[in-house]
């Protein structure tokens, strides 16, 4: 990208020609330093709207004037509240209405789709999980239980894919391949669309094609690829995939999660799953009747009434995903991501003698998204803690890996900027 400057005047100039410049100034910016914030961190907890207080004293208001007469009397009616999320939330990940729903957290998530989804055959050939080498620690966790818990010996059953010896990123063609290998043994293939330590994309849709070719089931982890990347689960024909709405999606600590289940799989009330009341037709519901009769599409995966508090909190990030909409985030992202990777090469090659930094993360932009993930040579915690005390809030990995993620809504190219001259200051 030799188009771009490590300037001032081009950062800012790259600001004002920004379509989505107008959102930075719906969210807060911490200011708990003495130093001004630079924020790199919305791929582990995204900042906040101005606009979601709003959406929850609402909801607190209902709860005051009404009572359980909420479910029915507030302006969105908590008994089905979860309703005004759904078609926001599926624009966001390429997928229809009856795909989504938005429920629960997403490691529970992640479980109750793999109850219904890894179904390993017993006594039979079928009975493998294909996962990524060093997966989130929750989902390696999630994983290993899955196996157990079907009485399945780990070291057998789950099958990792792992970069080549020196090498920091997992080949596609590694994956593919031992999807191919494994064939008729493999049940499930369960991967982080967006790996979290690399920021390495994978191409979902060969993936899922892949899988489906030898028979297997194909869900996705998409805590790092929700409202960062141009997700079309649908079309690609993903069978289900989960997502936490705190990272990308600005929906509070610890928020609401999203769920999906492709449409082939919507109308199955066959598939077994962990159930629950507020999975159930909701005609009929309050019937109480005995036997479990699920609602259509994901919304059937449903245990429990909503959040409503956690549930608004998303909903006000949603309408500004909505009003951005997902095009235009990808193509700031693409620049943005473009902009910091060369300012972070400028910094690093006028300071070679002292220190070097090597991206780990693709520098395709067909293979990441927002975040950047370097690797400081010759530096270690002290870089970090320099450019810390600078301000910067970005994310350390021992032993010398500093993840960064501009957040095309609220991240500016000015920014990028800065990052490149603190990271020069804490060098020296
Ligand atoms: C952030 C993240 C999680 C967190 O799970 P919670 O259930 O929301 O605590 C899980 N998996 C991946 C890949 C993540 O990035």
Same mark, same amino acid.
Request: a positive charge; hydrophobic letters at 30%.
């Given at each position: 990208m030799s188009h771009f400057e490590n300037s001032l005047a081009f950062a800012q100039g790259l600001d004002a020609k920004?379509?989505?410049?107008?959102?930075?100034?719906k969210f807060y910016f911490p200011t708990f330093h003495d130093k001004t914030v630079r924020y790199f961190t919305g791929n582990s907890l995204g900042l906040q709207p101005k606009s979601t207080k709003e959406y929850i004293l609402e909801e607190l208001d209902a709860w005051a004037e009404y009572g359980v007469e909420g479910h029915f009397l507030a302006k969105r009616p908590w008994?089905?509240?979860?309703e005004n999320l759904t078609q926001k939330a599926a624009n966001v990940v390429g997928a229809?209405?009856?795909?989504v729903v938005v429920t629960h957290s997403l490691t529970t998530n992640l479980h109750l789709l793999m109850v219904s989804f890894y179904r390993p055959e017993i006594n039979g050939k079928r009975t493998k999980i294909l996962c990524e080498a060093k997966a989130f620690p929750s989902d390696q966790y999630a994983l290993e239980s899955q196996v157990k818990f079907h009485g399945l010996d780990l070291a057998e059953h789950l099958v990792e894919v792992a970069p080549r010896e020196g090498e920091q990123l997992i080949r596609e063609e590694d994956i593919l391949a031992k999807i191919d290998e494994l064939g008729d043994e493999l049940a499930m293939v369960m991967i982080?669309?967006?790996? $979290? $330590?690399?920021?390495q994309l994978f191409d979902m849709e060969k993936i899922t094609k892949a899988g489906h070719a030898v028979g297997a089931i194909v869900g996705f982890d998409l805590a790092h690829a929700a409202g960062n990347i141009n997700l079309k689960l649908h079309d690609w024909g993903v069978d289900f995939a989960a997502w936490c709405g @705190?990272? $990308?999606? #600005?929906?509070?600590?610890g928020g609401v999660s999203g769920m999906f289940v492709h449409e082939r799989h919507?109308? #199955?009330?066959e598939l077994p799953r962990f159930a629950g /009341? /507020?999975? @159930?037709?909701k005609e009929t519901r309050?019937?109480?009747?005995?036997g479990f009769n699920p609602m259509k599409?994901?919304?059937?995966?449903?245990?429990? #009434?909503?959040p409503i508090l956690g549930m608004a909190a998303h909903l006000a990030s949603l309408d500004i995903f909505e009003e951005a909409g997902m095009e235009r985030i990808g193509e700031k992202r693409d620049l943005m991501t473009a902009y910091m990777e060369f300012v972070i090469d400028n910094i690093s090659e006028k300071n070679k003698e002292r220190c070097t930094f090597e991206l780990i993360?693709?520098?395709?932009?067909?293979?990441?998204?927002a975040q950047l993930s370097i690797m400081a040579k010759g530096q270690g915690k002290a870089l970090f803690d320099a450019l810390s005390a600078e301000g910067v809030v970005a994310d350390w990995r021992e032993p010398n890996v500093i993840r960064i993620a501009p957040a095309p809504? $609220? #991240?500016s190219y000015e920014d990028c900027y800065w990052f490149g001259q603190l990271l020069e200051k804490a060098i020296q």
């Open positions: 920004d379509p989505l410049k107008s959102f930075r100034d008994f089905a509240y979860h229809l209405p009856v795909e982080g669309g967006v790996n $979290y $330590y690399t920021g @705190y990272k $990308y999606l #600005n929906s509070s600590p919507a109308y #199955n009330p /009341w /507020w999975g @159930y037709d309050f019937l109480m009747q005995p599409g994901a919304e059937g995966w449903q245990l429990s #009434n909503a993360t693709p520098r395709d932009k067909t293979k990441r998204g809504l $609220y #991240n």
